[in-house]
């Protein structure tokens, strides 16, 4: 079952979508940036120059655009291998508008283990780590000139956004509502009368022409649909 809520809905990238993005590489294996793909790319999706994301294909179009990676990797022999830490140049522009613009180093500290390193490999891990300071001053550069064109989100266009966000939610959570019942043939009865604030949670009741969803007042269809699940979930299981 899926329940939409805001954070769902993506208006701001999350932190798995900051660690999961791989770069467009060329035939040749290098990394292809906006400015090479050419000056319709960069209109089309909004790219700054230096931008690496596959807009038209495995990126797609998160919301923002990155820069090359600066990469620091594990020394050779290191069980397990692989990549240490990164740092992406990003600037996020989703609904800028409403959420403004930013651009900001992602740092990801990617190794999940401690490196046990002998001496050769600490030798080769501090070259790597003068490696990487190297290339993350230098996207300091970049990310100093992209941050020029930093801006905030105007509140009232963001109030105007989340309450669309919200109803188009609702919207999406009410046909599942709706399709839940209709396929588990339980009717939905929204309490009304003198005692109705005396309901504030949702009850799965039976009634002598079936089951019956009451509904509190001011329940959203979201709240609705996880309850109803749950409750039927429940009773399957005892009966």
């Known amino acids: ?22 770069p467009a590489r060329g035939t040749a294996g290098s990394i292809l ?15 700054f120059a ?9 990126d797609g179009e998160p919301g923002w655009h990155q820069a090359a990676a600066a990469n620091l990797t594990a020394p050779s022999g290191c069980k397990p291998a ?44 501090a070259a790597g780590l003068r490696n990487f300071l190297t290339e ?17 989100g105007d509140p009232e266009v963001k109030a105007q956004h989340m309450a669309d966000v919200e109803a188009r939610i609702q919207a999406v959570n009410a046909a599942e509502l709706y399709v839940f019942l209709q396929d588990h043939g339980i009717a939905l009865e929204a309490a ?5 604030d005396a309901l504030t949670e949702p009850v799965l009741v039976d009634l002598e022409d079936g089951p ?3 509904a509190p007042p001011g329940a959203t269809p979201g709240a609705l649909l996880l309850y109803v699940h749950d409750a039927v979930v ?5 009966a």
């Open 50 to 58: 230096e931008c690496v994301l596959d807009h038209a294909g495995a």
């Open 212 to 214: 019956a969803l009451l």
């Open 136 to 152: 993350f001053e230098t996207s300091l550069a970049l990310l100093e000139k992209l941050a020029v064109a930093d801006r905030p």
């Open 192 to 196: 009304d009368g003198p005692n109705a």
């Open 234 to 238: 429940r009773r399957a299981v005892q």
């Open 33 to 47: 940036t906006a400015a090479e793909r050419g000056v319709e790319w960069t209109a089309r999706y909004g790219c």
């Open 1 to 22: 079952m899926r329940i939409v809520s805001p954070q769902a809905a993506g208006t701001q990238p999350t932190q798995a979508q900051r660690s999961t993005t791989v």
């Open 82 to 125: 692989g990549t240490v830490l990164t740092s992406r140049v990003t600037q996020v522009s989703q609904d800028a508008d409403a959420f403004g613009v930013e651009t900001k180093a992602w740092v990801d500290f990617e190794y999940r283990d401690i490196l046990e390193l002998t001496l050769p490999q600490a030798h080769e891990f």
